[in-house]
């Protein structure tokens, strides 16, 4: 096998997780409404019944990282609890490739799978921003905290998708992590506002905390990337997300050894 | 001398530490080009066997080889030689369609586009799914599923293939074309065929070996013909007599069953003078025979014989 043959079916995987994505287009649609309107009636309660212009873009940056760990997390999760729910998650194991290329192909396919949702939410924001007169600065720097999240959040992915070989009924997890990180992540209150320890746990372990942060940094507060105003510089908002996906990579290589061992890959 | 298309060494299986082991230091050689019928009762350990064997669980001791290349040790290698059909699962994505599955299966075992493409179009033409190739798989009928399956697990021209249960839930035709089907891939293409099945007139007429599993260990492992001749050395018959008569002291073997309007005298027997001694018994007593049947044990009879053999010894 050549390295052809692994850009061939990690393409293979992402096509595939694309074509589930299209096959459920209904649902798509329903979610690319559903979270702009959450994101609108977030602000509104923040707002005490006002679309504040002071809260609209703080909040949205927040909603659009949140939108994504959603989505990506979700959809990763539900794509292997589906496969070994029907049994075909076997037949995928029954390849001369490594599973790190399914693996990777996976995770990529729910990043992309989770642009769409998130993409609704900053399309509602933007529109709100500059309706209520607000500037909506846009610096292509941004793009590091975004990837930064993105990284983060597959390595996040990468555990809870490893537990779900083992131990499959575990939906409770992804869903309560995500409500987690909607109040630790930073994403409605910034990190500064909060106690030290708080901030300082949110900082190490949530995927999408120092994205965030670095993000209103750069668009509200007009920081440039290198000279980040709060949280832990440039430095951590890089290796962070490196870090989570090592772990990730470590723990879903373990799990799945446990449930080859257990035989848990087919069992429901 | 050929090196095997399958080759079981050893295998043993404990799920949890001190516990009976599912696989006991089975071992098992399977010849290239043989369809190999692989029965056992249920939790006899054809299931860890078969999944051993496709890399989906690890063995606690002993090895699996396909093509001389070990499961564990070199498993890229090993599972280019494999493609399987397991039981109970969609095996296929429901959500895609029918070229779509098998594009999907045929470039992860590592085909090219180009490769994967030409084989989908022989083997859907084969299984007269080209006409709906573009609908999801989803919505076919179980038979049409099952071809989808077995094609999937085709995609890639493996020397090896693994039934499990290829023609649970079809329905007549369904089920003939399936057969015909595993039948065509030994005979024509030279492949070799672990098949398990609960539906023992399948493995009657496809099956070159059958291996009986029980408690984890290989119980017999022969020729069909050989192992049905073993059994056929005694055979079966039925004396029917008219009405439900008291009965004389029946010869060794022979079992007496009330039946609507008649009573049936049943035994297996080496010898059949043994039924003329028979006859001549119930004559005396003035009975009415009504019919005398002979019958060779199925290989449902084999099994069943060598199943009940484990469950009493």
């Not at chain 2, 001791?61 to 280019?80: E, F, K, P, Q």
Request: glycine share 10%; net charge neutral.
């Amino acid at each position: 096998m050549t390295t052809t043959h692994y850009a061939g079916a990690f393409g293979n995987e992402i096509g595939k997780g694309l074509r589930q994505l299209l096959s459920g287009g209904r649902e798509l649609a329903i979610q690319m409404l559903t979270f702009p309107v959450f994101y609108l009636l977030v602000v509104l309660f923040m707002g005490r019944g006002r679309l504040l212009p002071e809260l609209l873009l703080p909040t949205l940056l927040g909603m659009v990282a949140l939108t994504f760990i959603h989505e990506q997390v979700n959809r990763v999760f539900w794509s292997y609890q589906g496969d070994i729910q029907s049994g075909v998650l076997e037949q995928t194991y029954l390849t001369p490739l490594p599973s790190v290329v399914v693996v990777l192909g996976r995770q990529v396919a729910a990043a992309v799978s989770a642009l769409p949702t998130a993409a609704a939410v900053l399309a509602a924001g933007y529109l709100a921003v500059t309706v209520n007169d607000g500037g909506f600065p846009v610096t292509a720097g941004v793009l590091v905290p975004l990837a930064a999240i993105a990284v983060g959040t597959a390595g996040l992915s990468l555990v809870i998708c490893g537990l779900t070989l083992v131990y499959q009924r575990i939906e409770i997890i992804p869903q309560v992590s995500v409500a987690v990180y909607a109040v630790a992540g930073g994403t409605l209150v910034p990190l500064t506002a909060m106690p030290d320890w708080t901030a300082t746990a949110a900082r190490l372990l949530v995927p999408i905390a120092p994205g965030v942060e670095a993000m209103r940094d750069m668009v509200i507060g007009g920081d440039p990337l290198t000279a980040l105003g709060s949280g832990w510089g440039l430095g951590w908002l890089l290796l962070q997300p490196i870090l989570i996906l090592v772990i990730g990579v470590v723990l879903f290589a373990r799990l799945e050894r446990v449930a080859k061992k257990r035989g848990t890959l087919g069992r429901y | 001398m050929n090196t095997p298309a399958i080759e079981i060494t050893g295998l043993t299986k404990t799920y949890r530490p001190g516990g009976e082991p599912a696989v006991d230091d089975l071992s098992l050689t399977v010849e290239p080009g043989t369809v190999i019928g692989f029965l056992g009762p249920n939790g006899a350990g054809k299931t860890t066997t078969i999944k051993i064997a496709a890399g989906l669980l690890s063995a606690t001791a002993g090895t699996v080889r396909l093509n001389g290349h070990d499961v564990a040790a070199r498993r890229s290698a090993a599972m280019a030689q494999f493609g399987a059909v397991l039981e109970g699962s969609r095996n296929v994505y429901w959500t895609l369609t029918a070229w779509q599955n098998l594009i999907y299966f045929g470039r992860l075992k590592g085909m090219t586009r180009a490769a994967a493409r030409s084989r989908a179009t022989a083997l859907l033409t084969e299984l007269d799914l080209w006409e709906r190739r573009d609908d999801t798989v989803g919505g076919f009928s179980r038979g049409m599923q099952q071809k989808v399956a077995i094609a999937a697990a085709l995609i890639a021209d493996p020397a090896i293939v693994l039934l499990d249960e290829p023609t649970l839930g079809l329905d007549v035709a369904a089920t003939r074309t399936v057969k015909n089907w595993i039948a065509e891939l030994s005979n024509d293409r030279g492949k070799t065929v672990l098949l398990t099945t609960h539906q023992l007139d399948v493995v009657e007429e496809l099956c070159d070996r059958v291996a009986v599993i029980r408690a984890g260990r290989i119980a017999t492992d022969l020729p069909t013909g050989e192992l049905l001749a073993g059994f056929r050395l005694r055979d079966t018959y039925e004396v029917h007599v008219e009405g439900h008569p008291d009965l004389p002291v029946l010869p060794a073997g022979f079992t007496a069953t009330a039946e609507a309007d008649t009573t049936a005298i049943t035994g297996r027997v080496a010898d059949p003078r043994e039924v003329y001694d028979l006859i001549d018994l119930l004559r005396a007593r003035g009975l009415v025979l009504r019919s005398l049947t002979q019958s060779q044990p199925g290989i449902e009879d084999v099994f069943l014989t060598l199943v009940g053999d484990a469950r009493h010894g």
